[in-house]
């Protein structure tokens, strides 16, 4: 019996231990997960980051740099614009997953893939070009959106402009639903309780006419009103885009809504009515189905222009290490005329690293200006804010200008006055109001004791280097080594951004065949890992959380603070104690009683005048007032002496005979035999310096003296609830504190019970 009591005792402790252990389990198991895995119900204790292979979903999109508008959402509407921009064919596939930095990256292009080269616009989709601009004009007379198309030289540009605007076109969200209100609009047309047809039935004077002419428009009323019920299935879908085969079942309801055979009447004003039903009811239908049909016409004469056949279909690149995309950067750097000039800038950056290098550039450029405008007569603070101003301006008149394609530098000359440059520019796009609008804001900004063509070439030149070197480092820095992929693809590239978590593959395909040709096929991704990278993805959380934000310094200040209040605690209660327990003299036993009654005064009562004693010191975002306020405690001086009270009275008259003085026997006798008392103080006054969050939180206001706790705290509203990274974070803010623990456990429970504390 005694046994089985026994049993349940430690059945119950066990159990304590686990619900105990559970959340601090559950902390750290979560800063191991990939966010997606986050919130998954039901939880899971395990994660894809401890997998040698991880599955990626990727989804074709617009590149994250450019103004994309909708997402499409099957990989049949991918479209790379961004190629629009660049003197390289770039297909760009957005990764729809968890964000992924190393390893070995294979993709499969799955089916028959078909790619084209052909750019010539024949007359057959001439004619299709030329009907989707006049279908676009009466469409855009009966509210909806529409396709907006110039004349194409080249078919490339043809198909990258219809398919980018289609995304807009066919949103199921903004589609749909104006295809039901229009059909719902003319079933009232005709519906006999409105203003409709029916009702001028009573002027048709042939009895059998007006039979047959009600008869029909109650069945196309009821065409109508069948097909908006049918059509509403379609405005929920799994992406954002109609699909292809959706906009032909649309049409193919649209079609059975028309199919309807007018009757022969005699009664002129019946032929009347039959003829406003044709015009005013189905022709507007019959054009929609018309757009509808032509998207099918697009699409045919897009896989006609697919001519050849993708023979590899796998597509495999490993990550590279920092030196070797180093060594890609400065080959491609040299190798571009306009960065020539700023070799040694650029050399200059490189020794101090590459973190942050075009930015750090920008300053650079920024601060040469600048300190030429200070030069000028400017304030420091005014130069720079010209210096934003003119940057500004420039890259404004700039991206105006990408459209008429002229080198701007090359138009200008040296001798130039800003009213001659003004002329120049504006002769390129005279109908353009922005670009007037900003070039007489860049002459504003010009200084006037300049030569000003010789300053805004300046500017373009520099502009110009910056966004080079952007895209040269962009692209350099995210280049994978290509081990096995089709003989169009030249180079693979993965850029990413943490703070926005997006992440897309670029294939970079040779200059003769065109991105938009890849964007209907399916692909399928996976990245395969390594043991080093295994062990790198199991701990990304917490490299991740310590860079986005400065926990190194959070760990300095909490270190500096918790060390310094209890080293000064600990002389201050040891000295306390001595006094309360070894000395004798009036009131002592008054006094320590008024001592710990203040610990019945709850902390928080104290928090406003302390806060104000801080305030008259001048101490708010100082060490001082982390460390000052609480270098004494109450329990600390209650525990040491209660231990000193355990000392033998003879042993301290003793060291009194022998000449010892009452500091020497604190320091060289009480201390050392009160040791495992002392470390239990001084341990749990490190444990609270170390947790102490609201008194920090409010004297400080610098982030650099800011603690563990109040770092957390503000990286949560700084990063959101981004919980992976915000476990991993409070994971290694508390295990310094564990591991102190378990090292001093043995002196913490040998000293409460020295103490008699029960």
Same mark, same amino acid.
């Given at each position: 019996?005694?046994?089985?009591?026994?049993?349940?005792?430690?059945?119950?402790?066990?159990?304590?231990?686990?619900?105990?252990?559970?959340?601090?389990?559950?902390?750290?198991?979560?800063?191991?997960?990939?966010?997606?895995?986050?919130?998954?119900?039901?939880?899971?204790?395990?994660?894809?980051?401890?997998?040698?292979?991880?599955?990626?979903?990727?989804?074709?999109?617009?590149?994250? $740099?450019?103004?994309?508008?909708?997402?499409?959402?099957?990989?049949?509407?991918?479209?790379?614009?961004?190629?629009?921009? +660049?003197?390289?064919?770039?297909?760009?596939? #957005?990764?729809?997953?968890?964000?992924?930095?190393?390893? #070995?990256?294979?993709?499969?292009?799955?089916?028959?893939?078909?790619?084209?080269?052909?750019?010539?616009?024949?007359?057959?989709?001439?004619?299709?070009?030329?009907?989707?601009? $006049?279908?676009?004009?009466?469409?855009?007379?009966?509210?909806?959106?529409?396709?907006?198309?110039?004349?194409?030289?080249? @078919? /490339?540009?043809?198909?990258?402009?219809?398919?980018? +605007?289609?995304?807009?076109?066919?949103?199921?969200?903004?589609?749909?639903?104006?295809?039901?209100?229009?059909?719902?609009?003319?079933?009232?047309?005709?519906?006999?309780?409105?203003?409709?047809?029916?009702?001028?039935?009573?002027?048709?004077?042939?009895?059998?006419?007006?039979?047959?002419?009600?008869?029909?428009?109650?069945?196309?009323?009821?065409?109508?009103?069948?097909?908006?019920?049918?059509?509403?299935?379609?405005?929920?879908?799994?992406?954002?885009?109609?699909?292809?085969?959706?906009?032909?079942?649309?049409?193919?309801?649209?079609?059975?809504?028309?199919?309807?055979?007018?009757?022969?009447?005699?009664?002129?004003?019946?032929?009347?009515? @039959?003829?406003?039903?044709?015009?005013?009811?189905?022709?507007?239908?019959?054009?929609?189905?018309?757009?509808?049909?032509?998207?099918?016409?697009?699409?045919?004469?897009?896989?006609?222009?697919?001519?050849? /056949?993708?023979?590899?279909?796998?597509?495999?690149?490993?990550?590279?290490?920092?030196?070797?995309?180093?060594?890609?950067?400065? !080959?491609?750097?040299?190798?571009?005329?306009?960065?020539?000039?700023?070799?040694?800038?650029?050399?200059?950056?490189?020794?101090?690293?590459?973190?942050?290098?075009?930015?750090?550039?920008?300053?650079?450029?920024?601060?040469?200006?600048?300190?030429? @405008?200070?030069?000028?007569?400017?304030?420091?603070?005014?130069?720079?804010?010209?210096?934003?101003?003119?940057?500004?301006?420039?890259?404004?008149?700039?991206?105006?200008?990408?459209?008429?394609?002229?080198?701007?530098? /090359?138009?200008?000359?040296?001798?130039?006055?800003?009213?001659?440059?003004?002329?120049?520019?504006?002769?390129?796009?005279?109908?353009?109001?922005?670009?007037?609008?900003?070039?007489?804001?860049?002459?504003?900004?010009?200084?006037?004791?300049? !030569?000003?063509?010789?300053?805004?070439?300046?500017?373009?030149?520099?502009?110009?280097?910056?966004?080079?070197?952007? !895209?040269?480092?962009?692209?350099?820095?995210? #280049?994978?080594?290509?081990?096995?992929?089709?003989?169009?693809?030249?180079?693979?590239?993965?850029?990413?951004?943490?703070?926005?978590? =997006?992440?897309?593959?670029?294939?970079?395909?040779?200059?003769?065949?065109?991105?938009?040709?890849?964007?209907?096929?399916?692909?399928?991704?996976?990245?395969?890992?390594?043991?080093?990278?295994?062990?790198?993805?199991?701990?990304?959380?917490?490299?991740?959380? =310590?860079?986005?934000?400065?926990?190194?310094?959070?760990?300095?200040?909490?270190?500096?603070?918790?060390?310094?209040?209890?080293?000064?605690?600990?002389?201050?209660?040891?000295?306390?104690?001595?006094?309360?327990?070894?000395?004798?003299?009036?009131?002592?036993?008054?006094?320590?009683?008024?001592?710990?009654?203040?610990?019945?005064?709850?902390?928080?009562?104290?928090?406003?005048?302390?806060?104000?004693?801080?305030?008259?010191?001048? =101490?708010?975002?100082?060490?001082?007032?982390?460390?000052?306020?609480?270098?004494?405690?109450?329990?600390?001086?209650?525990?040491?002496? +209660?231990?000193?009270?355990?000392?033998?009275?003879?042993?301290?008259?003793?060291?009194?005979?022998?000449?010892?003085?009452?500091? !020497?026997?604190?320091?060289?006798?009480?201390?050392?035999?009160?040791?495992?008392?002392?470390?239990?103080?001084?341990?749990?006054?490190?444990?609270?310096?170390?947790?102490?969050?609201?008194?920090?939180?409010?004297?400080?206001?610098?982030?650099?003296?800011?603690?563990?706790?109040?770092?957390?705290?503000?990286?949560?509203?700084?990063?959101?609830?981004?919980?992976? +990274?915000?476990?991993?974070?409070?994971?290694?803010?508390?295990?310094?504190?564990?591991?102190?623990?378990?090292?001093?456990?043995?002196?913490?429970?040998?000293?409460?019970?020295?103490?008699?504390?029960?």
């Amino acid at each position: 019996m005694r046994s089985f009591g026994k049993l349940v005792v430690y059945l119950l402790l066990t159990i304590g231990a686990v619900v105990m252990l559970m959340p601090f389990a559950w902390m750290i198991v979560t800063s191991f997960k990939l966010p997606s895995e986050v919130d998954v119900w039901p939880p899971q204790w395990g994660s894809r980051n401890f997998f040698s292979k991880r599955t990626v979903k990727v989804k074709g999109g617009f590149d994250a $740099e450019a103004e994309a508008g909708t997402i499409e959402g099957s990989l049949r509407e991918a479209l790379a614009s961004v190629a629009l921009k +660049q003197n390289e064919n770039v297909f760009t596939l #957005e990764v729809d997953d968890d964000l992924f930095y190393r390893g #070995e990256l294979h993709i499969l292009l799955e089916g028959k893939p078909r790619y084209g080269t052909s750019n010539k616009v024949d007359n057959k989709t001439k004619a299709l070009i030329d009907k989707i601009k $006049e279908l676009s004009g009466t469409m855009r007379m009966m509210g909806f959106r529409t396709v907006n198309l110039s004349s194409y030289k080249r @078919l /490339e540009d043809f198909f990258k402009d219809y398919f980018t +605007q289609s995304v807009a076109e066919f949103d199921r969200l903004s589609l749909v639903p104006k295809l039901v209100a229009t059909l719902n609009k003319y079933s009232t047309l005709i519906e006999k309780n409105g203003r409709g047809l029916i009702l001028g039935l009573k002027r048709v004077k042939n009895q059998g006419d007006r039979e047959r002419l009600k008869e029909f428009f109650e069945d196309v009323r009821g065409n109508f009103t069948l097909a908006a019920e049918k059509l509403k299935m379609y405005s929920k879908g799994s992406t954002q885009s109609l699909s292809y085969d959706e906009i032909k079942s649309i049409s193919k309801i649209l079609e059975e809504a028309l199919r309807v055979s007018p009757p022969e009447v005699e009664d002129p004003f019946g032929r009347r009515l @039959l003829k406003t039903l044709e015009l005013k009811i189905l022709k507007p239908v019959e054009t929609l189905k018309e757009r509808l049909d032509i998207h099918d016409q697009v699409i045919k004469a897009y896989e006609r222009a697919q001519n050849r /056949e993708i023979q590899e279909k796998e597509i495999v690149a490993k990550f590279i290490p920092l030196q070797d995309r180093v060594k890609i950067f400065n !080959k491609r750097v040299k190798e571009i005329p306009l960065l020539s000039q700023y070799l040694e800038k650029i050399g200059e950056l490189e020794s101090k690293g590459y973190k942050n290098f075009t930015e750090r550039f920008s300053r650079k450029l920024d601060d040469e200006l600048a300190s030429y @405008l200070r030069s000028l007569g400017f304030e420091p603070d005014l130069a720079y804010k010209r210096v934003s101003d003119l940057r500004n301006a420039i890259s404004s008149v700039m991206n105006v200008l990408t459209e008429s394609g002229t080198d701007v530098e /090359e138009i200008i000359s040296d001798s130039d006055t800003m009213a001659d440059i003004k002329k120049k520019l504006t002769a390129l796009l005279p109908e353009s109001l922005l670009l007037r609008t900003q070039l007489s804001r860049l002459e504003v900004l010009v200084p006037k004791n300049v !030569k000003a063509g010789t300053f805004v070439k300046r500017l373009i030149r520099e502009s110009k280097a910056l966004s080079v070197l952007r !895209k040269v480092y962009s692209d350099s820095m995210s #280049e994978l080594k290509v081990i096995k992929a089709p003989m169009i693809v030249k180079n693979v590239r993965v850029k990413y951004d943490k703070e926005k978590y =997006w992440e897309i593959i670029e294939l970079v395909l040779k200059r003769d065949v065109p991105g938009v040709y890849l964007r209907d096929e399916k692909y399928r991704a996976a990245v395969f890992f390594n043991f080093k990278e295994v062990w790198a993805n199991v701990f990304q959380n917490y490299a991740d959380a =310590w860079n986005a934000a400065p926990f190194g310094r959070y760990y300095v200040n909490t270190i500096f603070v918790a060390t310094s209040t209890t080293i000064l605690e600990v002389i201050m209660a040891s000295m306390a104690a001595f006094a309360f327990s070894i000395l004798r003299f009036r009131g002592r036993d008054l006094i320590f009683g008024i001592f710990v009654a203040t610990m019945m005064v709850p902390g928080e009562v104290l928090l406003v005048p302390n806060y104000i004693t801080i305030s008259k010191f001048g =101490w708010i975002d100082t060490y001082y007032a982390l460390i000052i306020p609480w270098i004494v405690s109450v329990f600390a001086i209650f525990l040491i002496r +209660q231990h000193f009270l355990t000392l033998p009275r003879e042993l301290y008259d003793a060291a009194k005979i022998d000449g010892c003085s009452n500091w !020497k026997y604190l320091w060289g006798i009480a201390v050392p035999l009160s040791k495992p008392v002392i470390i239990t103080g001084a341990l749990l006054k490190f444990v609270g310096s170390w947790n102490a969050f609201l008194w920090v939180l409010i004297v400080t206001n610098d982030p650099k003296y800011r603690t563990l706790p109040v770092g957390l705290y503000t990286f949560r509203g700084e990063a959101g609830d981004v919980y992976n +990274q915000l476990m991993a974070a409070a994971t290694f803010s508390v295990l310094p504190v564990i591991v102190l623990f378990l090292f001093a456990q043995k002196y913490f429970i040998r000293g409460i019970a020295r103490t008699g504390l029960k």
